[in-house]
């Protein structure tokens, strides 16, 4: 198993940043994919962005060029760095790893509330 626990969510105003962590723990070999996803009160969880075990990165248009996803490999650790903050990015933010060869595995963090005000 994997426990994965995020941090670093909060209140801040419009045009401001934050930095989520997500640090995994427990059987943590193999896994080769880690992601931010984020649920807003009402729509679907969406994928925010993911980078693999070699650092290539892909990015949901509404973020691209105010978000930044990076690894610490040695820390077992998943950054979102998100910059100029709208209140349409307010939302419960999940991080996910996975590990898509066998034994696959999938597994979620609690998730940190995220709120932009105007």
């Known amino acids: 198993q994997v426990q994965l626990v995020e941090s670093g969510g909060g209140l801040v105003q419009a045009g401001g940043s934050l930095r989520l962590s997500c640090a995994a723990s427990?059987?943590?070999?193999?896994?080769?994919?880690m992601g931010w996803y984020r649920q807003a009160p009402g729509k679907q969880r969406e994928l925010v962005a993911d980078i693999t075990a070699g650092s290539s990165t892909n990015y949901a248009d509404p973020v691209k060029g105010r978000f930044t996803i990076s690894r610490d490999g040695a820390k077992n650790t998943v950054y979102l760095l998100m910059n100029s903050l709208t209140p349409e990015d307010t939302a419960v933010y999940y991080c996910?790893?996975?590990?898509?060869?066998?034994?696959?595995?999938?597994?979620w963090g609690q998730g940190t509330q995220v709120t932009v005000s105007s």
């Open positions: 427990g059987t943590i070999f193999g896994i080769n994919a």
């Open positions: 996910r790893f996975q590990r898509t060869s066998w034994p696959r595995g999938d597994y």
